[in-house]
C-alpha cells in the first residue's frame, strides 16, 4: 500500500484509550518516498525505545495501527496484552492515537505520493494521559479526538512469537497479535502469547459481511470472504467486549 502512517500505542484501561509511545509517518513498511506506487515491504520491523516514564501495569495493551497510502481507505489495528515493569512514573503523556478511515472518524484520502496528506491529524492530536487507574485528555488542536478504538479490520495473527519490553531499553516490535495472555506477576519484561482457535466454541457459521468482527462467547469471530472464521481465544482471563463491529479483548 505504498507507506503509510505507522502508530505504537499503549492502553492502561482494557484498550478503550490509547497514548502514542513511537510514530514511523509517511513512509511506513517502505522507508523512504517510493518513485511509484507499489506493494513491495522494504522495512519490515521496528525498534525503538519505550519510554522510561511507562507506567508498571500487568494488564497494559500495546498497539499497532496504520493508515495505508494507496488503496481501498482502510485502517489496520493490531493488539497484545502486556505487563509493564520498572517504570518511573504513573502515568504517561502523549498523543491520543489516530483513527481514520473507519465509520465515525476522518477519512485520510489516497496519498497519490503526496505524503503530506492527512498528517493534520497527526500534528493536531490531543494529548492524552494514560495510567492504571484512569486516562484523561488533554490540550492539543483535536486531531481526530479519538477516544475508544475499534477492533482491528485485518485478521489477527495467530503465528506471532512472544514480544518482551521493558520501559527505557530498546524494544522490536514483532508481528502484532489480535490479543493475548497477560504475564505472570514475576514475568521480569512484558510478555504476549498469540491467540488461537477456541475449540470449546463453535461460534456462528452464517453467511456474513467481510470485515465484520463479532464476539462469540469468551472469544471473537471474524468474517472473512463472507464466512464466519472459528472462535478465536482472548487468552486467558480475558473475554471479547463490546458490539459487533467494536469489539475488544479486556479483563472482567
Known sequence: HSGGNCEFSMSYDGGKT????????????????????????SVSSYTFNLPADLPS??????????????????????????????GSSKSYTGPQMVI??????????????????????????KNITVSPSGSTTGGGNGGSGNSA???????PSRTAPASSATPGVPH????????????????????????????SASGNTGACTSGLMQCSGKGYQICNG???????????????????????????
Not at 490509547?18 to 515491504?41: D, M, Q
Not at 481514520?100 to 492530536?125: C, D, V
Not at 478504538?149 to 485478521?155: F, G
Not at 516490535?173 to 504476549?192: F, G, K, L, M
Open 18 to 41: 490509547f497514548a502514542v509511545i513511537h510514530r514511523e509517518l509517511r513512509y511506513c513498511f517502505v522507508g523512504s518516498k517510493p518513485a511509484s506506487l507499489t506493494n513491495a515491504v
Open 57 to 86: 501495569s500487568d494488564k497494559a495493551v500495546f498497539a499497532w495501527s496504520w493508515v495505508n497510502a494507496s488503496g481501498n481507505r482502510e485502517f489496520y489495528m493490531n493488539c497484545a496484552d502486556v505487563a509493564i515493569k520498572g
Open 100 to 125: 481514520a478511515n473507519y465509520q465515525g472518524y476522518p477519512t485520510i484520502p489516497e496519498f497519490n505520493l503526496n505524503y503530506e496528506t492527512g498528517m493534520e491529524h497527526y500534528t493536531n492530536a
Open 149 to 155: 478504538p475499534p477492533a482491528s479490520s485485518a485478521p
Open 172 to 199: 522490536k516490535p514483532q508481528e502484532s497479535v489480535a490479543s493475548s495472555a497477560p504475564a505472570s506477576s514475576d514475568s521480569n519484561v512484558a510478555s504476549a502469547s498469540p491467540s488461537s482457535a477456541d475449540s
Open 226 to 252: 463472507g464466512v464466519w472464521s472459528p472462535v478465536y481465544s482472548c487468552g486467558v482471563g480475558a473475554s471479547c467486549k463490546g458490539t459487533d463491529g467494536h469489539i475488544y479483548c479486556g479483563w472482567p
